[in-house]
Protein backbone atom coordinates (compact mmCIF):
# COMPACT_ATOMS: atom_id res chain seq x y z
CA UNK A 1 0.00 0.00 0.00
CA UNK A 2 2.67 2.16 0.02
CA UNK A 3 3.94 2.30 -3.31
CA UNK A 4 0.57 3.01 -3.94
CA UNK A 5 0.47 6.31 -1.89
CA UNK A 6 3.52 7.43 -2.63
CA UNK A 7 1.89 8.45 -6.23
CA UNK A 8 0.15 5.68 -8.54
CA UNK A 9 -3.03 7.71 -9.19
CA UNK A 10 -4.01 6.15 -11.48
CA UNK A 11 -4.70 2.93 -9.02
CA UNK A 12 -5.94 5.82 -5.95
CA UNK A 13 -9.00 7.10 -8.42
CA UNK A 14 -10.17 3.67 -9.25
CA UNK A 15 -10.54 2.63 -5.56
CA UNK A 16 -11.86 5.80 -5.16
CA UNK A 17 -14.43 5.37 -8.25
CA UNK A 18 -15.21 2.01 -6.24
CA UNK A 19 -15.78 3.42 -3.07
CA UNK A 20 -17.95 5.87 -4.15
CA UNK A 21 -20.58 3.51 -6.33
CA UNK A 22 -20.72 0.98 -3.74
CA UNK A 23 -21.49 3.73 -0.76
CA UNK A 24 -24.11 4.65 -3.47
CA UNK A 25 -25.32 1.55 -3.45
CA UNK A 26 -25.07 0.65 0.32
CA UNK A 27 -27.04 3.97 1.10
CA UNK A 28 -29.62 3.42 -1.14
CA UNK A 29 -30.78 -0.49 -0.34
CA UNK A 30 -29.21 -0.98 3.03
CA UNK A 31 -26.00 -3.19 2.02
CA UNK A 32 -23.61 -4.19 -0.78
CA UNK A 33 -20.57 -1.87 0.70
CA UNK A 34 -18.30 -4.60 1.78
CA UNK A 35 -19.24 -6.83 -1.01
CA UNK A 36 -18.30 -4.49 -4.01
CA UNK A 37 -15.31 -3.28 -2.69
CA UNK A 38 -13.61 -6.27 -1.07
CA UNK A 39 -12.38 -7.87 -4.18
CA UNK A 40 -11.18 -4.87 -6.14
CA UNK A 41 -9.46 -3.79 -3.05
CA UNK A 42 -7.76 -7.12 -2.65
CA UNK A 43 -6.86 -7.29 -6.72
CA UNK A 44 -5.75 -2.99 -6.03
CA UNK A 45 -3.68 -3.63 -2.94
CA UNK A 46 -2.16 -7.24 -3.20
CA UNK A 47 -2.72 -7.05 0.61
CA UNK A 48 -4.63 -8.82 3.35
CA UNK A 49 -4.68 -5.07 4.74
CA UNK A 50 -7.41 -4.37 2.18
CA UNK A 51 -10.07 -5.95 5.27
CA UNK A 52 -8.74 -3.40 7.72
CA UNK A 53 -9.24 -0.76 4.95
CA UNK A 54 -13.02 -2.12 4.58
CA UNK A 55 -13.64 -2.71 8.00
CA UNK A 56 -12.41 1.06 8.79
CA UNK A 57 -14.49 2.92 6.01
CA UNK A 58 -17.60 0.97 6.45
CA UNK A 59 -17.56 1.85 10.27
CA UNK A 60 -17.24 5.29 9.39
CA UNK A 61 -20.26 5.04 7.05
CA UNK A 62 -21.96 3.06 9.19
CA UNK A 63 -21.67 5.67 11.75
CA UNK A 64 -22.97 8.14 9.67
CA UNK A 65 -26.12 6.28 9.23
CA UNK A 66 -26.77 5.50 12.52
CA UNK A 67 -28.73 8.25 13.95
CA UNK A 68 -31.61 8.24 11.78
CA UNK A 69 -32.64 4.56 11.51
CA UNK A 70 -32.54 3.60 15.81
CA UNK A 71 -36.57 4.12 15.80
CA UNK A 72 -37.10 1.60 12.70
CA UNK A 73 -34.34 -1.34 14.29
CA UNK A 74 -36.44 -4.66 15.51
CA UNK A 75 -34.53 -4.85 18.56
CA UNK A 76 -35.39 -8.70 19.96
CA UNK A 77 -34.25 -9.57 16.48
CA UNK A 78 -31.21 -7.51 16.94
CA UNK A 79 -30.05 -8.37 20.10
CA UNK A 80 -29.79 -11.96 19.45
CA UNK A 81 -27.88 -11.11 16.32
CA UNK A 82 -25.29 -9.11 18.57
CA UNK A 83 -25.02 -11.95 21.11
CA UNK A 84 -24.23 -14.32 18.38
CA UNK A 85 -21.62 -12.00 16.59
CA UNK A 86 -19.80 -12.35 19.52
CA UNK A 87 -18.83 -15.91 19.35
CA UNK A 88 -18.39 -15.15 15.91
CA UNK A 89 -15.71 -12.64 16.13
CA UNK A 90 -12.76 -14.57 17.39
CA UNK A 91 -13.07 -17.27 15.07
CA UNK A 92 -13.33 -14.96 12.55
CA UNK A 93 -10.23 -13.34 13.27
CA UNK A 94 -8.27 -16.74 13.71
CA UNK A 95 -9.16 -17.13 10.29
CA UNK A 96 -7.49 -14.22 9.09
CA UNK A 97 -4.68 -14.42 11.00
CA UNK A 98 -3.93 -18.00 9.79
CA UNK A 99 -5.28 -17.75 6.19
CA UNK A 100 -2.71 -16.16 3.42
CA UNK A 101 -3.98 -13.59 0.72
CA UNK A 102 -4.82 -16.04 -2.19
CA UNK A 103 -6.79 -17.97 0.65
CA UNK A 104 -9.13 -14.86 1.44
CA UNK A 105 -9.36 -13.86 -2.24
CA UNK A 106 -11.05 -17.46 -2.97
CA UNK A 107 -13.29 -16.82 -0.48
CA UNK A 108 -14.61 -13.74 -0.91
CA UNK A 109 -14.94 -14.44 -4.73
CA UNK A 110 -16.87 -17.72 -3.29
CA UNK A 111 -19.25 -15.63 -1.22
CA UNK A 112 -20.04 -13.13 -3.26
CA UNK A 113 -20.72 -15.38 -5.97
CA UNK A 114 -23.00 -17.70 -3.56
CA UNK A 115 -25.19 -14.45 -2.78
CA UNK A 116 -25.85 -13.23 -6.31
CA UNK A 117 -27.40 -16.93 -6.92
CA UNK A 118 -29.32 -16.78 -3.56
CA UNK A 119 -30.30 -13.59 -4.21
CA UNK A 120 -31.23 -14.48 -7.99
CA UNK A 121 -33.65 -17.49 -6.89
CA UNK A 122 -35.27 -14.85 -4.21
CA UNK A 123 -35.92 -12.81 -7.25
CA UNK A 124 -37.89 -15.76 -9.37
CA UNK A 125 -40.01 -16.58 -5.90
CA UNK A 126 -43.46 -16.18 -7.00
CA UNK A 127 -45.39 -13.77 -5.35
CA UNK A 128 -46.89 -14.58 -2.06
CA UNK A 129 -44.33 -17.38 -1.31
CA UNK A 130 -44.75 -18.18 2.10
CA UNK A 131 -41.81 -17.01 4.27
CA UNK A 132 -40.90 -17.01 7.97
CA UNK A 133 -41.59 -14.65 10.61
CA UNK A 134 -39.20 -12.92 11.76
CA UNK A 135 -38.53 -14.43 15.50
CA UNK A 136 -40.17 -17.00 14.45
CA UNK A 137 -36.83 -18.85 15.12
CA UNK A 138 -34.76 -17.22 17.96
CA UNK A 139 -32.12 -19.74 17.56
CA UNK A 140 -31.47 -19.56 13.74
CA UNK A 141 -30.59 -15.70 14.86
CA UNK A 142 -28.02 -16.90 17.35
CA UNK A 143 -26.52 -18.86 14.19
CA UNK A 144 -26.22 -16.19 11.86
CA UNK A 145 -24.88 -13.73 14.30
CA UNK A 146 -22.10 -16.18 15.05
CA UNK A 147 -21.17 -16.26 10.98
CA UNK A 148 -21.84 -12.83 10.44
CA UNK A 149 -19.07 -11.98 13.18
CA UNK A 150 -16.79 -13.99 11.74
CA UNK A 151 -17.44 -12.82 8.36
CA UNK A 152 -16.79 -9.67 10.04
CA UNK A 153 -13.16 -10.03 11.23
CA UNK A 154 -12.01 -12.23 8.33
CA UNK A 155 -14.13 -11.04 5.85
CA UNK A 156 -15.20 -7.14 6.51
CA UNK A 157 -18.42 -8.82 5.56
CA UNK A 158 -20.91 -9.10 8.03
CA UNK A 159 -24.15 -8.35 5.92
CA UNK A 160 -24.50 -11.13 3.42
CA UNK A 161 -25.58 -13.72 5.91
CA UNK A 162 -27.79 -11.14 8.05
CA UNK A 163 -29.15 -9.83 4.68
CA UNK A 164 -30.06 -13.06 3.67
CA UNK A 165 -31.78 -14.38 6.76
CA UNK A 166 -33.82 -11.34 7.17
CA UNK A 167 -34.83 -11.14 3.92
CA UNK A 168 -36.39 -14.67 3.63
CA UNK A 169 -38.07 -14.22 7.48
CA UNK A 170 -40.61 -11.38 6.14
CA UNK A 171 -39.14 -8.54 7.86
CA UNK A 172 -40.04 -4.90 6.16
CA UNK A 173 -37.54 -4.17 4.03
CA UNK A 174 -37.12 -0.39 6.13
CA UNK A 175 -36.64 -2.60 9.19
CA UNK A 176 -34.32 -4.75 7.55
CA UNK A 177 -32.39 -1.96 5.79
CA UNK A 178 -32.06 -0.74 9.99
CA UNK A 179 -31.36 -3.78 11.35
CA UNK A 180 -28.66 -4.10 9.04
CA UNK A 181 -26.76 -0.71 9.05
CA UNK A 182 -26.73 -1.02 13.41
CA UNK A 183 -25.49 -4.21 13.30
CA UNK A 184 -23.08 -3.07 11.32
CA UNK A 185 -21.46 0.01 13.57
CA UNK A 186 -21.47 -2.92 16.87
CA UNK A 187 -19.62 -5.79 14.14
CA UNK A 188 -17.20 -3.06 12.20
CA UNK A 189 -16.39 -1.73 15.79
CA UNK A 190 -15.99 -4.67 17.47
CA UNK A 191 -13.79 -6.08 14.19
CA UNK A 192 -11.88 -2.59 14.16
CA UNK A 193 -11.05 -3.20 17.34
CA UNK A 194 -9.56 -6.76 17.32
CA UNK A 195 -7.70 -5.75 13.99
CA UNK A 196 -5.72 -3.36 16.19
CA UNK A 197 -5.37 -5.12 19.19
CA UNK A 198 -4.06 -8.90 17.27
CA UNK A 199 -3.14 -7.86 13.71
CA UNK A 200 -2.24 -3.99 14.19
CA UNK A 201 -2.93 -1.62 11.64
CA UNK A 202 -0.04 -0.06 9.37
CA UNK A 203 -0.03 3.99 8.95
CA UNK A 204 -0.45 4.11 5.55
CA UNK A 205 -3.87 1.99 5.93
CA UNK A 206 -5.19 4.34 8.33
CA UNK A 207 -4.00 7.56 5.69
CA UNK A 208 -5.80 5.27 2.86
CA UNK A 209 -8.99 5.52 4.95
CA UNK A 210 -8.79 8.80 5.32
CA UNK A 211 -8.49 9.65 1.76
CA UNK A 212 -11.75 7.41 1.06
CA UNK A 213 -14.20 7.92 4.15
CA UNK A 214 -14.57 11.45 2.44
CA UNK A 215 -15.52 9.89 -0.69
CA UNK A 216 -17.89 7.19 1.18
CA UNK A 217 -19.85 9.97 2.95
CA UNK A 218 -20.38 11.46 -0.58
CA UNK A 219 -21.80 8.03 -1.75
CA UNK A 220 -23.63 7.50 1.04
CA UNK A 221 -25.34 11.47 0.09
CA UNK A 222 -26.42 10.28 -3.32
CA UNK A 223 -27.35 7.20 -2.65
CA UNK A 224 -30.03 8.65 0.42
CA UNK A 225 -30.99 11.23 -2.58
CA UNK A 226 -31.65 8.36 -5.73
CA UNK A 227 -33.03 5.53 -3.86
CA UNK A 228 -37.18 7.11 -4.11
CA UNK A 229 -36.41 7.35 -7.93
CA UNK A 230 -34.96 4.09 -8.98
CA UNK A 231 -37.50 1.19 -9.92
CA UNK A 232 -36.50 -1.32 -7.02
CA UNK A 233 -36.78 -4.43 -9.74
CA UNK A 234 -34.36 -2.18 -11.93
CA UNK A 235 -31.88 -1.62 -9.08
CA UNK A 236 -32.24 -4.72 -7.61
CA UNK A 237 -31.08 -6.59 -11.11
CA UNK A 238 -28.23 -4.71 -11.69
CA UNK A 239 -27.22 -5.28 -8.19
CA UNK A 240 -27.18 -9.04 -9.06
CA UNK A 241 -25.23 -8.36 -12.30
CA UNK A 242 -22.38 -6.48 -10.45
CA UNK A 243 -22.33 -9.06 -7.93
CA UNK A 244 -22.04 -12.50 -9.75
CA UNK A 245 -19.84 -10.78 -12.07
CA UNK A 246 -17.47 -9.59 -8.82
CA UNK A 247 -17.91 -12.72 -7.73
CA UNK A 248 -16.83 -15.09 -10.76
CA UNK A 249 -13.88 -12.64 -11.56
CA UNK A 250 -12.66 -12.63 -8.47
CA UNK A 251 -13.00 -16.82 -7.70
CA UNK A 252 -11.46 -17.41 -11.35
CA UNK A 253 -8.46 -15.12 -11.43
CA UNK A 254 -7.61 -16.29 -7.87
CA UNK A 255 -7.54 -19.63 -9.03
CA UNK A 256 -5.40 -18.93 -12.38
CA UNK A 257 -2.92 -17.35 -10.47
CA UNK A 258 -2.81 -20.14 -8.09
Do not use: N
Request: positive net charge.
Amino acid sequence: MAQLLAGDGGLIALMAIVTLLAATLQSAIGFGFALLVVPPYLLLLESVAAIQLVIIVSLAMSLLLLPALLRQVPWPVMRRLALGSLLGFPLGLYAYLQADLQVIKLVVGLVVTALAFRLLRQQRRPAGHPAAEAGERPGRDYGVGLLSGAMSTCLAMPGPAVMLHLAGSGVARHMLRAAILTLFVFSYGAALGLQVGFAGIARDTWVMAALLIPIAAVGTWIGHVASPHIAERAFRLTVLLVLLLTGLYMTVATLVAW
